[in-house]
């Protein structure tokens, strides 16, 4: 096993579409890196040029200590899993996972032991003598995952492996994926659009937007101090609330000149950054907290709609014109049309500049 | 429950009339060649009935005669009664099943690998490399007749076999390019990748993998190709009178002297048409898996 490099990476299709731009990622030796992004961000377009199936515009990709600009798929050293698993049709399961070691002349009782060694792994020695139209999509999965391990690569890539599957059968795969990784402490590179996935299984996750890389790092780093407005919005389930904001001395003015009250050293950050007056306040659904009446909170707002989840309620409250979620435990309960105060946890507060879309505090 | 005896009794109603609708469609269609099949087993005079005979054994006894003179020897014509000549029948239908066969095989071979190409590389002008493919078959073939009939003789292609194969080559690769075109779009391009992936070559993808799922679609186009090489007149009348002509023209030029030899037609047809009924049926599994071939999940 070893590390993925890549370096100032830039694909420019010939359309003159820009797919990924100055990209800069390292994978390290060991680790899970998940690429998270909306589709069209450059992330799959990243995998197949670390896998060489497209060759990149500018940049260099580095695999253990080589640079693999010029070599081919092949001579890469990686696995790729497929999305829809591309498992051969016309041929068993059994020689769907020996094909990669048929192409490097491996003697047939070295592939019959390993197919064999691997088939246990993933639990699937009952049906290495089927055609892999008959087997179910959580089965296709595991012979696609078996073609990509039998070869020992240097490094594994998924591209949005588990899209296929069922709900349930996509929570389990994800568990034993990890820890299939742990175990063998393959370097991976995977791509999804699933923050959930993301979240669960990456060691550290790269977020992509228009194929620039937006944000780096430990999934709840990711999640509790996005770096942009942009990961702000799209990680997280509900996303984090963005209001529109002024900095008004030591406190922050919404559009309807209610204030939320900052430290002094916190607002004198801001200002020292600040490239326009409009700022964003970002706050998760569960750092705010909600009390009835609506004068003891920083913001005056009305409930809108109430979703009971079981284990906590969502609320959605109307702030200027503006829907903000809340979440809150199950047992407290404010009815629709109700005026509350929002209290803000400090400590969990973002402010990006409006303009430039990055995090300021 | 009384509508559902009702709806039960509409159904079979119905399920009558489709098959009574079916029986009649394929009279209609059935008919010559029962007819066809008939006459080459009758005598000269009973061909002629009227009314016509068609149930064998019950209104006629049948007869191998004309089936024997095709494929050995026939009489020479009514003018000279009592001579015989050698057939060129089987000297025909050798020269359809080599010439078919051969410009099946190549315009296949050579239209899938154009087809593979066109399908998965970026091609300069792409668009109207396979609209110009497309266009040779837009104007009718009888307008390059006499184009061709030249090209040959400067050529020095009349009456060769490699004449006549590679005019049903050039004929039938617009047809193989397109048809192969659609079904390899149809296959993911996931299938090479992941072959070469896994350490092949992208000609040892293509051969151990997509080739074996093309097979099918191949088939298919194979027997489009063969039939139009097979039925193919008047070219082959034109270019090929001598020694390397087929069929169609053979059938043409035994209509006889002085009175048609219905019967010895219809043997010959009959003989002509059990190859090309043979390969379909052979293929036919995959016939309709290429036909439908757009249709698998993804």
Known sequence: MSEIRIQDLTKVFPNGTVAVRNLHLDVADGELLVLLGPSGCGKTTTLRCVGGLETQTSGDIWIGDRVVNDLGPGERDIAFVFQFYALYPHIRVYDNIAFPLRATGVSRDEVDRRVSAVAETLRISHILRERPKRLSSGEQQRVALGRAMIRRPQAFLMDEPLTNLDAALRADMRIELKHLQNELGTTMLYVTHDQTEAMTMGNRVAVLNLGVLEQVGVPLEIYDRPNTLFVAGFVGSPPMNLIAMQLAQDALKSEDAQQVMLDTSVADRIRAKQTGRELVLGVRAEDIRLTSGGNGGDLRAEIATREPLGDQTLYSVMLNHQLIQVTTASTERFEVGETVGLHLDRSRLRVFDASTGTALV | ?298
């Not at chain 2, 009664?81 to 089987?90: E, H, L, M, N, V």
């Not at chain 2, 000297?91 to 593979?116: D, K, M, P």
């Not at chain 2, 047809?175 to 070469?196: N, S």
């Open chain 2, 1 to 298: 429950m009384n509508r559902t005896r009702r709806r039960r009794a509409r159904s079979l109603i119905g399920r009558i009339l489709f098959w009574v609708a079916v029986a009649m469609i394929l009279l209609f269609f059935l008919f010559p060649l029962h007819w066809m099949v008939v006459t080459s087993f009758k005598r000269t005079a009973e061909v002629t009935l009227l009314p016509p005979t068609l149930i064998p054994w019950v209104q006629f006894n049948p007869t191998l005669k004309n089936y024997v003179e095709v494929l050995t020897k026939m009489p020479a014509g009514l003018l000279s009664a009592g001579t015989y000549k050698q057939s060129g029948f089987p000297q025909a239908l050798l020269n359809s099943i080599l010439i078919s066969g051969a410009a099946t095989v190549i315009a296949v071979l050579l239209g899938t690998v154009a087809a593979y190409a066109f399908s998965r590389f970026r091609i300069p002008g792409k668009g109207d490399l396979l609209f110009f493919i497309l266009s040779t078959r837009m104007l009718p073939p009888v307008v390059t007749l006499v184009p061709v009939f030249v090209m040959f003789i400067s050529f020095g292609w009349r009456n060769t076999f490699h004449g006549i194969t590679l005019l049903y080559v050039a004929a039938g690769l617009p047809f193989v390019v397109w048809m192969m075109k659609g079904f390899f779009d149809e296959i993911p391009r996931e299938y090479e990748e992941a072959a070469m992936i896994d350490g092949y070559s992208r000609l040892e993808a293509v051969w151990k993998i997509v080739i074996p799922e093309a097979i099918p679609a191949m088939l298919a186009t194979a027997v489009f190709v063969l039939i139009m090489a097979w039925n193919e007149f008047l070219f082959v009348q034109l270019l090929n009178p001598g020694k390397f002509t087929t069929v169609p023209p053979f059938l043409y030029a035994i209509i006889g002297y002085g009175r048609v030899e219905w019967g010895r037609m219809a043997a010959t047809s009959v003989i002509f048409l059990a190859p090309i009924v043979l390969f379909t049926w052979l293929v036919r599994k995959h016939l309709l898996r290429g036909v439908t071939f757009g249709a698998v999940r993804r």
